[in-house]
């Protein structure tokens, strides 16, 4: 099973910065990751798949990076809206597996 | 646009199974390109990825080591809906439980979800 690490746990920044989220591959899992947003009480969104695809409807302000082991989804400019949990999951191998998360939170 | 809606008891005692239903718009549980996933959420276990059915040519399932033994996910093309049951459960068990759709010919991760439901095993 391929393990997901996301770094950090929690970021707490201000609205208008920038927000750089890690995750990291127990093995290579190619460009099969995606990046999900997980707001209380919803289901999680998907918002980037492929590494660096965004899906239907999600703002040019979010970006996803990186290969093989190493990803990076990056918030250029966080709207109030944007605070929540994020979560990497990859599609490489079975069983599909996801990262525990980085809460983006108000400083 | 592909909607999913769940359906089933919030509250199952520990032995027992755990039963779940996830509604169908916008697209069939049939479809040849999609997947129909169940996916539990728990703070000791995070996001788990439980298992799915689809339909190529015959319907296939594909489920977690951890459940294999426990699980079952059954299509029901008269209704277009799938459900979940899991046998045997524990407090363990208790999580936020959500069906989620993925496809082949989409994006291929988790593109819908349904709104989740909120099992917890007691007695």
């Known amino acids: 099973e391929i393990v997901l690490t996301q770094s950090p746990a929690t970021l707490s920044l201000s609205p208008g910065e920038r927000a750089t989220l890690s995750c990291r591959a127990s093995q290579s899992v190619s460009s099969y990751l995606a990046w999900y947003q997980q707001k209380p009480g919803q289901a999680p969104r998907l918002l980037i798949y492929d590494a660096s695809k965004r899906a239907t409807g999600i703002p040019a302000r979010f970006s996803g990076s990186g290969s093989g082991t190493d990803f990076t989804l990056t918030i250029s400019s966080l709207e109030p809206e944007d605070f929540a949990a994020y979560y990497c999951q990859q599609r490489s191998n079975w069983p599909r597996t996801f990262g525990p998360g980085t809460k983006v939170d108000i400083k | 646009q592909v909607q999913l809606q769940q359906s089933g008891p919030g509250l199952v005692k520990p032995s027992q199974t755990l039963s779940l239903t996830c509604a169908i718009s916008g697209d069939s549980v049939s479809s040849n390109s999609a997947a129909w996933n169940w996916i539990r959420q728990s703070p000791s276990r995070g996001l788990e990825w439980l298992g799915r059915t689809y339909y190529r040519s015959k319907w296939k399932n594909d489920y977690a080591v951890s459940v294999k033994s426990r699980i079952s996910i059954n299509p029901d093309t008269s209704k277009n809906q799938f459900s979940l049951q899991l046998s045997s459960v524990t407090p363990e068990d208790t999580a936020v439980y959500y069906c989620?759709?993925?496809?082949?010919?989409?994006?291929?991760?988790?593109?819908?979800w349904g709104q989740g439901t909120l099992v917890t095993v007691s007695a």
């Open positions: 989620a759709r993925d496809d082949d010919q989409g994006m291929n991760y988790f593109d819908y």
